[in-house]
């Protein structure tokens, strides 16, 4: 199983390429795109993520190479029977506001990932379109939280919220339009 670049050293290759940018963010933004029910190629998601967040430019090869580890991550635990899929963010030691902000930044990734493929929000479930309505307003978060316990079992409850979400968009979507593209290519 491909494993999670620690947060901070990501953090510190987006910027050294020039991308301001949380890797929550990035996450999030592939985690949309998947979860809306699309099966990418590397240069499509690829060419989406410079698009997004790189002025249309390409990235350097040790981006490429972490951006497609993301991916094949991403596609690994959505499609894992243990549910594997986890947000990504900074280590729990981290100041819990350090902690929101990331996930707050997950879910404009995921929102903007969503958004860039998924245009016939009228077909949506009820279920879906109550995520994404969800999602919107989690954007909206304050994210100024205390140290405090209470604070911290909130917190993780609204990341399992968004875990579970995540997981139910790609069930309803991301696995019925590979089982699509499966059967257009038998014929």
């Known amino acids: ?14 910027e050294k390429h020039g991308i301001f940018v949380a890797p929550s963010e990035v996450h999030g933004t592939i985690s949309g795109i998947l979860a809306c029910g699309l099966n990418i190629d590397e240069k499509e998601y690829l ?30 635990h959505f499609n894992d029977p ?35 493929k998924q245009k016939d929000y009228g077909k949506l479930s009820a279920d879906v379109k109550e995520v994404i309505s969800d999602f919107s307003e989690i954007t909206k978060l304050d994210t100024h939280f205390d ?28 696995r019925e339009q590979g089982d699509a593209s499966t059967s257009k290519t038998v014929h």
């Open 1 to 14: 199983m491909i494993e999670l670049k620690d947060y901070q050293q990501a953090q510190l290759l987006l």
């Open 47 to 76: 060419g989406l993520l410079s698009d997004v967040f790189n002025d249309g430019q390409g990235f350097g090869v040790e981006l490429k190479v972490f951006l497609a580890e993301l991916y094949k991550l991403v596609v690994e």
């Open 82 to 116: 243990e549910y594997a899929f986890e947000v990504y963010l900074p280590q729990e030691d981290e100041a819990l506001i350090d902690q929101a902000n990331a996930l707050v930044a997950w879910v404009s990734g995921f929102l903007l990932g969503f958004g860039l």
């Open 147 to 174: 140290d405090t316990e209470e604070d911290k079992q909130a917190f993780h409850e609204v990341v399992e919220y968004i875990r579970v979400s995540a997981l139910l968009c790609f069930a309803e979507m991301g």
